[in-house]
């Protein structure tokens, strides 16, 4: 059974910063892409940020120089550090884990940026 369980979010002030978590099991953590994903209410999902098996990183431009996203192979875990956050950075934070042949997804985790 595949899983990934997400952690770490929560309420920031503008200007902090939370790191998320995203713990998998079930799959080959090296053979998979990572990614992290935000919905916000009333809009599409989007990406925030990729990487790669090869630990190469592709973040959206409205969090470029912001984020950084991370891998531990061993701990199979990929982590998300949020800083300088902004209101609309507020937004469900999905983890996925994907190849070219499946994708699976968590349940998310809450940021919430306000004063």
């Known amino acids: 059974q595949v899983q990934l369980v997400e952690s770490g979010g929560g309420l920031v002030q503008p200007g902090g910063s939370l790191r998320l978590s995203c713990v998998a099991s079930?799959?080959?953590?090296?053979?998979?892409?990572m990614g992290w994903y935000r919905q916000a209410p009333g809009k599409q999902r989007e990406l925030v940020a990729n990487i790669n098996t090869n630990s190469g990183t592709d973040y959206a431009d409205s969090v470029s120089g912001r984020f950084t996203i991370s891998r531990n192979n061993a701990e199979k875990t990929v982590y998300l550090q949020m800083n300088s956050l902004k209101p609309e950075d507020t937004a469900v934070y999905y983890c996925?884990?994907?190849?070219?042949?499946?994708?699976?997804w968590g349940q998310g985790t809450q940021v919430t940026v306000s004063s």
């Open positions: 996925t884990a994907y190849t070219t042949l499946r994708t699976y």
């Open positions: 079930g799959i080959s953590f090296n053979f998979y892409h």
